[in-house]
């Protein structure tokens, strides 16, 4: 899912026609946060399911680990995969 999140920032930061050196931030920031390793060890931690509010919460964080702010609408088309 982190995947397909970063490929949906990527295409609205194209669609939004923001400058190459900052969106590539905006994604190296994020892909930084998503494999953070203390990150990682609590996603893989064995524990029971998150459940979709929790996972949403968790790329809400992870979108705004960077420069970039997701108004709500912008929000929704990222968390709309979780469903």
Do not use: C, T, W
């Amino acid at each position: 899912m982190g995947g397909e999140m970063v490929y949906i920032l990527d295409q609205r930061l194209s669609a939004q026609e923001i400058v190459d050196q900052k969106a590539a931030k905006v994604i190296n920031d994020i892909v930084g946060a998503m494999f953070n390793s203390k990150f990682v060890d609590e996603v893989f931690r064995p524990q029971e399911l998150y459940p979709k509010k929790s996972v949403k919460h968790i790329f809400e964080k992870l979108a705004h680990s960077s420069i970039m702010r997701l108004n709500e609408a912008s929000m929704d088309k990222v968390s709309d995969f979780i469903q």
